[in-house]
């Protein structure tokens, strides 16, 4: 008798056969409405080459060009819908929120531990609780006062970490997104001689995540099917490296909250987020869970939209230095130069709100979102969205739609100024649905201090190469699900004599 041993290539076309079949048998089974149009594909595989697998949001606003504000694609069997136009975004995540507030399951990120934290969670009873923790804590503008003081005083110091090496204001900003958010979230206060060990887990974590949840780059997003094969496998690498991502993201959940719980034993915890769940009597292991991936979820919330807002201000003002005399102006003639601006100031303060919103719209933090799942078939406007079709808001091109937004690719905070200002971008940057970000006032609250601060205190240039010649930095960010500005150099300096005596007296006095 023969006998046959398949190689691992046989199995892997198997199972791809196997899985094109299904993906037959269920589009025959769906309804007659047309799906949005589409550039065609090809049979089985459909539009899976088309897929860019960087910038997809500059690709997918060329389409809807053709295609329209809504329309489809076919990547080996599932049906992806993409939004360019803002007004179809709202009307159906938002106002059909309980059915397209699933997210897709995303084989690369799940291998990497992420499926655990809010933003990658399918929408059910986890979710759900998870939203109602970090909103018992940051959820209204009003909840965030009480963290105003450690907010201004983390401010202060990015003005003080920036001065001390002008050269690297990167550092800067990441050490401070981090030090507002563990601070809050875990009552930890970082070191500020060297690198703090937590704001290293969480930078290094937090890249790790945009890498993994970039649409199309790893092709187990695509086939879903070969996570099952063995990490050994030829051309299983993205295995190995999953592995390596959920250690990062198992310590960044793990060790600040150990750190919340031996402060706890000693009777020394700092009020926060963290320490305020702990003390819960009778703690199960479910509700630990919940507690441990909420207060990570918690970090995220913040932390990145700070760290790419404030580095899109340094560039921003480097190529508009228009913008910085402007809000000049206005800090000397609300503020004055005999101390630092505060939340109290804000009311007062429109061309900075203003710039914050400009800074949200120019290089958008998450261009392409985090796509929605519709957990049953939708019908719009005689289209069909079938159940499990993965929707895309292209908030990128909400953002550079020259309808709405006049010369959309210039840097230009007076668009919100005046009786007929242009749309607020923070109506929508932050999500659609029951997916907005629970973070927003947080996010919101520790962007403009950081802008207010940094105007106040800061005067930044071009920086110039070795013949004086100023640099053009590039006004562009690199790629995944959170992006940040291209790495660029400035020249950074106080604003003025009396920055660093102001600084001094501000940090003393939240001592």
């Not at 504000?69 to 938002?94: C, H, K, R, Y």
């Not at 963290?147 to 990015?158: G, I, K, L, N």
């Not at 879903?224 to 496998?233: D, E, G, L, T």
């Not at 060790?255 to 020394?268: D, F, H, I, R, S």
């Amino acid at each position: 008798m023969l006998q046959y041993s398949l190689s691992p290539l046989d199995v892997v076309l198997l199972l791809l056969g196997l899985f094109c079949l299904r993906q037959i048998l269920q589009d025959g089974s769906r309804s007659r409405l047309p799906l949005p149009p589409g550039p065609k594909g090809y049979p089985l595989i459909g539009n899976t080459f088309d897929i860019p697998k960087s910038r997809a949001w500059v690709t997918f606003a060329q389409w809807g060009e053709q295609w329209g504000g809504i329309m489809s694609v076919n990547v080996l069997g599932q049906t992806w819908v993409i939004i360019n136009d803002l007004a179809v975004a709202v009307e159906l995540l938002d106002k059909n929120g309980s059915t397209l507030a699933d997210r897709p399951e995303l084989p690369m990120a799940t291998l990497c531990g992420w499926d655990r934290a809010l933003s990658s969670s399918r929408y059910g009873p986890r979710f759900r609780e998870y939203r109602k923790l970090i909103g018992r804590v940051i959820g209204t503008r009003g909840s965030m006062k009480k963290f105003h003081p450690a907010e201004e005083y983390q401010a202060t110091m990015f003005l003080k970490r920036v001065l001390a090496n002008p050269d690297r204001v990167d550092d800067a900003t990441r050490k401070t997104a981090g030090a507002m958010i563990l601070h809050i979230t875990y009552g930890y206060k970082i070191q500020e001689e060297g690198e703090d060990p937590l704001v290293h887990i969480a930078d290094k974590t937090m890249e790790e995540f945009s890498d993994c949840t970039t649409t199309g780059k790893y092709l187990v997003d695509l086939l879903p099917f070969i996570k099952h094969i063995p990490a050994w496998m030829p051309g299983a690498n993205f295995k190995r490296l999953a592995a390596k991502y959920q250690k990062s993201s198992d310590n960044m959940a793990t060790v600040p909250l150990n750190y919340v719980k031996e402060q706890m034993a000693k009777g020394t915890a700092a009020p926060s987020y963290a320490a305020d769940l702990l003390k819960e009597v009778n703690i199960s292991e479910e509700r630990m869970q919940d507690i441990k991936w909420s207060a990570l979820s918690f970090y995220g919330a913040g932390a990145d939209t700070t760290v790419s807002v404030v580095q899109s201000y340094f560039l921003a003002v480097c190529l508009y230095p228009e913008v910085q005399k402007k809000a000049h102006a206005e800090i000397d003639s609300v503020v004055g130069r005999g101390r630092l601006p505060s939340y109290d100031d804000r009311e007062s303060l429109p061309y900075i709100e203003a710039v914050c919103k400009e800074l949200y719209r120019w290089l958008p933090i998450v261009p392409l979102a985090v796509p929605h799942r519709a957990m049953s078939d939708e019908v719009y406007k005689g289209y069909c969205i079938p159940e499990g079709t993965l929707i895309f808001a292209n908030v990128w091109k909400f953002l550079h739609d020259p309808d709405v937004y006049q010369d959309p690719f210039v840097f230009n905070p007076d668009r919100f100024v005046g009786a007929s200002p242009e749309r607020d971008p923070t109506d929508f940057v932050f999500g659609f649905g029951r997916r907005v970000c629970p973070g927003t006032h947080l996010a919101d609250a520790s962007v403009w201090i950081n802008i207010v601060k940094t105007v106040a205190g800061l005067d930044v240039t071009k920086a110039l190469d070795e013949t004086g010649k100023p640099i053009n930095p590039v006004p562009d960010t690199t790629d995944g699900v959170i992006v940040r500005p291209l790495p660029f150099k400035c020249n950074v300096r106080p604003r003025h004599e009396r920055v660093l005596d102001l600084m001094i007296e501000a940090i003393e006095s939240f001592a």
